[in-house]
């Protein structure tokens, strides 16, 4: 049964290590649009087309349109932390549990 423990672990680190790349991928996002940056370079080409539609989704739930501020990067980010702390945790517990 501890291999089976130890896999559930495992899978939880890993979906932890994604979810902690994907929030500095947000954070790159969000550095990127406080600049000027050329729209042909691949490195922006990619951060737009791994977070816009997780961003779209936040922002059509959730309409900021009247502070001028787009919010949606920061509640992104909140949720993963969130994931991380509850998400991760519990698959955590209950991997030792088994």
């Not at 042909?40 to 816009?52: G, H, K």
């Not at 997780?54 to 059509?60: C, P, S, T």
């Not at 501020?69 to 030792?96: G, N």
Request: charged content about 15%; overall charge positive; hydrophobic content about 60%.
């Amino acid at each position: 049964m501890f291999i089976l423990s130890n896999f559930v672990v495992a899978l939880a680190r890993i979906i932890d290590i994604v979810l902690t790349l994907y929030m500095w991928i947000i954070i790159g996002r969000a550095l990127i649009s406080w600049v000027n940056a050329d729209p042909y370079n691949q490195i922006v080409i990619f951060l737009y087309r791994v977070t816009e539609p997780v961003l779209r989704l936040v922002r059509r739930l959730i309409p900021f349109r009247n502070i001028g501020i787009d919010l949606s990067p920061m509640i992104v980010i909140l949720v993963i932390i969130f994931l991380q702390y509850f998400l991760v945790e519990t698959i955590i517990q209950f991997a030792r549990s088994l």
